[in-house]
Nanobody, 126 residues
Framework: QPQLVESGGGLVQPGGSLTLSCTASGITMAHYTVGWFRQAPGKEREGVAALDAHEVSLYYSPSVKGRFTISRDDSKNMAWLQMNDLKPEDTAVYYC???????????????????WGQGIQVTVSS
């Protein structure tokens, strides 16, 4: 079965940086859009960033645009989310997801993604 595993989370101070990694197995990432989602306490899960298999279509949530960068390396079956200038409101569980590129219609819609990681905690606090 396909498996996605996130790593790199933890506790950082406001203004700090973290890079989350997503490592895939049992799936050829070259055929999938990669998305990063997050869910804060008491909030709905939201799309943060996404990058399609052709590296042509790119999505960022307005709340993170200019601070976060999504990247991928299909030869390694990996993706990353570089997070800079972190704010307390970025505190959430972050998820990596993969959706079949040829049927995906909404890059920010979680229902479009068939494969999900287990999630990893990011806490931004003084």
């Amino acid at each position: 079965q396909p498996q996605l595993v996130e790593s790199g989370g933890g506790l950082v101070q406001p203004g700090g940086s973290l890079t989350l990694s997503c490592t895939a197995s049992g799936i050829t990432m070259a055929h999938y859009t990669v998305g990063w989602f997050r869910q804060a306490p008491g909030k709905e899960r939201e799309g943060v960033a996404a990058l399609d298999a052709h590296e042509v279509s790119l999505y960022y949530s307005p709340s993170v645009k200019g601070r976060f960068t999504i990247s991928r390396d299909d030869s390694k079956n990996m993706a990353w989310l570089q997070m800079n200038d972190l704010k307390p409101e970025d505190t959430a569980v972050y998820y990596c997801a993969a959706g079949w590129d040829f049927t995906l219609a909404n890059m920010a819609g979680e229902a479009e993604y068939e494969n999900w990681g287990q999630g990893i905690q990011v806490t931004v606090s003084s």
